[in-house]
């Protein structure tokens, strides 16, 4: 079983939501779509549903092509970000509403319920209305109630994001053993970097309707297909830099310079584009290979044990996150510390040329 789109577009007066897109979601795993705010993930997501047709292409689920095909005729169900319940109903009559729209049987139903509600740690619960419980507890009886149909395909489009922290971090780890339980096909929209890796499973990359890059989790994070993938799936997003290839040494421009080694060490002269991630720019220097980069301090942002720094590199503006607080004037003249084995390099039409050394080793 498998959820198929190909050549799928979607265009609204003239305006394009999704480019076109082949992509094919197997039986039994999570897929994430990560992208900023207006990327396509929604608008995907409601294509895969049947909420939407496709302005081109088609879909198919098993094999079949629903194309068309209306929503309450698949096996689809769907979970927002604004989670919604029947608030005069208990649990238990939420998660059964949509057996009972479906005509099954009481026992059926019963059985049912009571099933899902133990998946989801909701059977002491099931008398309560959803007003009396938490926000993740609302939240997984909305879950519960997409999960009980037994469809196929799930969508979850930023569920967590109007909880707490708290909150959120409990349902990440709990969505995986949910949708391992399942064993449906799970679509989790998110913003977050972060919650992608937390989720696993497969990731696709948007950005601006177009699915910039699709396949295993840890992959995509390491190996970006491109600078845009890169900026994507970082959180910050990357940083750059040009740089020049010559023999076996990579200028970054001022007196920085490192030996064009591993993976670099075979590329052609030349331009190109160098990234790296804000976790990597250090203050000190760390490592004997370490290239330094004189900056302006713009702000910083303490966040308790780490801060962001700010800073104004030529016409580049960098984000780095280092340990530790930094009480730095805004202003000042700061030098930085990249390790060049997490150093990205992109050709002039933004493709991977070269990953980083530590993410070939990762």
């Not at 740690?121 to 209305?129: A, E, F, I």
């Not at 984000?319 to 990249?338: E, K, N, R, T």
Request: glycine share 8%.
């Amino acid at each position: 079983m498998a959820l198929e789109l190909r050549g799928v577009s979607r265009s609204v007066a003239g305006r394009v939501h999704i480019h076109p897109t082949d992509l094919t979601l197997e039986k039994g795993t999570m897929n994430v779509l990560l992208g900023p705010t207006s990327a396509g993930k929604t608008s995907l997501m409601r294509l895969m549903a049947g909420l939407d047709v496709p302005s081109t292409g088609r879909i198919f689920w098993d094999g079949q092509d629903v194309t068309g095909m209306r929503v309450q005729d698949r096996r689809v169900a769907m979970v927002y970000q604004q989670f919604i319940n029947y608030p005069a109903m208990s649990v238990y009559d939420n998660i059964a509403s949509p057996l009972r729209l479906m005509g099954r049987s009481a026992a059926e139903i019963d059985r049912a319920v009571k099933e899902t509600a133990e998946m989801m740690k909701l059977t002491p619960m099931l008398t309560r209305k959803p007003l009396e419980l938490s926000g993740g507890q609302q939240q997984r009886c909305a879950l519960a109630r997409a999960l009980v149909k037994g469809a196929g395909l799930v969508l979850l489009d930023e569920p967590l994001a109007n909880l707490d922290y708290k909150l959120r971090e409990e349902l990440r780890i709990e969505i995986p053993r949910i949708f391992e339980a399942s064993g449906a096909i799970f679509v989790y929209a998110t913003t977050e970097p972060e919650e992608a890796l937390l989720l696993g499973g497969n990731t696709a990359a948007l950005w601006e309707g177009r699915v910039t890059q699709f396949g295993p989790t840890p992959r995509v994070y390491r190996q970006p297909a491109d600078a845009t993938t890169a900026r994507v799936f970082s959180d910050p997003p990357m940083n750059f830099v040009s740089c020049f290839k010559q023999g076996n040494r990579v200028n970054f421009g001022d007196t920085a310079n490192a030996p064009a080694s591993g993976a670099f060490a075979a590329l052609p002269d030349g331009r190109y584009l160098a990234g790296f991630r804000a976790n990597h720019l250090e203050l000190n220097k760390h490592s004997g290979q370490a290239v330094e980069f004189h900056c302006t301090l713009g702000v910083t942002e303490i966040t308790g044990s780490e801060t962001f720094i700010h800073l104004h590199h030529g016409a580049e503006k960098w984000v780095g996150l280092v340990h530790g607080v930094h009480d730095l004037a805004p202003g000042a003249q700061v030098s930085v510390w990249l390790d060049p084995a997490h150093v990205y390099l992109f050709d002039a039409a933004g493709r991977l040329a070269a990953p980083a050394a530590y993410a070939l080793a990762a």
